[in-house]
C-alpha cells in the first residue's frame, strides 16, 4: 500500500486517535527501515486491519498495544502479529 486512508473505529488509541478520526497510512517507510517501537501502525489479524502502536519487538514478533490501555483489543489479548502483517505506518491524522 503506497498511500491509503483509514477511518479509525473504536477508541482503543485514544487519546492519540478519536473514533472516526481519519489516518494516511503507507508502506514506504518499511522499506528503508524495519518498524520500530513507538511506531504507530496499521496491521492485518482475524481479516481485518487494525492501528495499534508497537509496544515491544522480539525477533520477527511484534507486540501491538493500544494507547487506551484500560481498554483496548491488543497483543495481550491476541498475542503477536509477524512483520508481514504489519500493512503499514500511520503517517498523519487528516
Wanted: aromatic share 12%; no cysteine; hydrophobic share 40%.
Amino acid at each position: 500500500m503506497l498511500l491509503s486512508r483509514f477511518k479509525i473505529m473504536g477508541h482503543s488509541m485514544s487519546p492519540t486517535l478519536s473514533e472516526e478520526d481519519s489516518v494516511l497510512v503507507s508502506s514506504i517507510p518499511f522499506l528503508f527501515a524495519k518498524p520500530k517501537i513507538g511506531d504507530v501502525v496499521v496491521f492485518e489479524k482475524y481479516n481485518r486491519m487494525y492501528v495499534k502502536r508497537i509496544d515491544k519487538i522480539e525477533k520477527d514478533k511484534y507486540f501491538l498495544a493500544g494507547d487506551n490501555k484500560k481498554d483496548s483489543f491488543d497483543s495481550r489479548r491476541f498475542g503477536s502479529v509477524l512483520r508481514n502483517q504489519i500493512k503499514g505506518k500511520v503517517l498523519f491524522r487528516v
